[in-house]
């Protein structure tokens, strides 16, 4: 059973936390989205992925529950809103056994998560890393990260138009690691953020112009000693915070392959370290995973998954944490507070892909759990692969450690 322990108290952003509260979908990659009156919420599951509709109370309405793909050979996902109300979606499959995470799949779907059109960003591609594919979605910029094989670990946006039509490539410029990484665009900027290589050494942010080019990099502690970050999949920018959904682990221990506990950190518009807050704290050997976050105005319901040690399920769980707009912050730490430089360009976009073909609504079904494997437990891997069963457990607050920013020196 879930223990359920409410925080009452946070710090100068998180302010308050609910109990954990377990909802009614199964499956795995559980997204929560505002809607009037209550929430959307997504889940993959058997290889395709769902939908569902969630009150403002947390319930959700079994009535609701659809499938959304086709497709059921499907991994990984990223979704993002966009500006005019629909949702994109982007997901990872294997074509090609040798060669995981080789294909990129991607869907739209209108304001009601109605099936607009799905399309093939990249099939059987040799050259792609695709797995936990970011996306982003924004007045000017639609589309999914990934990493190339060669050159070696380059950063580069696949684009697309309203129809799924890829427009082109651009590589990312001093950009961290795609796999478990975020992606947030405002109507003047780009921010990439995300481990800075694939053995988790700490967050770095890339932030960008709208033709791609560099403004400033910083490299950023955000875990204490003796522990390891990772897996900053979901962020946003509420007044003058970044806030970034993530995960933490203890190190050295013997973690189910990339499970450990979910946390919420915040950030100063210069991306110091500003509050941080536990959203589980599970024993290893397993965790929490996939954690993720969406706002009404002062409100985040945050979703992860969840399960107590040694239990035989798998749970996807929310948390409601009362929220500071952020209109001034001031960082916990003063650090280095130099502005980031200048310079760089990125690559124009290139050739053009597949366009997207209408696509009829998916048949109601119960989800299940995802198809693919997790890595071997132990240590971070050398490649980020984020399909595990996850494992969870109460809310706590963590004491707010004060965390120095590095801004990352450049030639």
Known sequence: MLLLIASAVAGSVFLTMSEPSEIDVGGNWV???AGDGGWHVTNAGGGAYNYAWMSDSLEVDRATRTTLTERTNLLDH???ACPDGTFLHFASATTDPTNPDDTIYSFRYD??????YSAIVAEADPNGTNMDPPAVCASWIQAVGHMTVMPLDTFVLVHVDDTLTVLGRSVLEEAGEAPGGGLYADDDHLWAVGS?????SGLHVSQYDTNLQLEGVWDVDVAPPGQ???WYQKVDKVGDCFIVAHMMREDGLMWAAQTGNAY???FDADWKLIDQLAITAVAAPKGAF???FDRKEDQLVVSYHAEEAGAEFNAAVTVTIDLDLCESTEPVDTGDTGEPDDTGETGVPDDTGDSGDPLDSGDSGDSGDSADTAPAIGDPPDDCGCNTTAAGAPGLLLPLVALARRRRARA
């Not at 304001?111 to 607009?116: Q, V």
């Not at 800075?196 to 988790?200: A, I, M």
Request: net charge positive.
């Open 228 to 230: 390891t970050a990772y």
């Open 290 to 292: 996939y954690p993720w």
């Open 111 to 116: 304001g009601s998560f109605a099936p607009m």
């Open 78 to 80: 990223g979704l993002a």
């Open 264 to 266: 919420l950190t915040a």
């Open 196 to 200: 800075l290589d694939r053995h988790w």
């Open 31 to 33: 997204r929560v989205f």
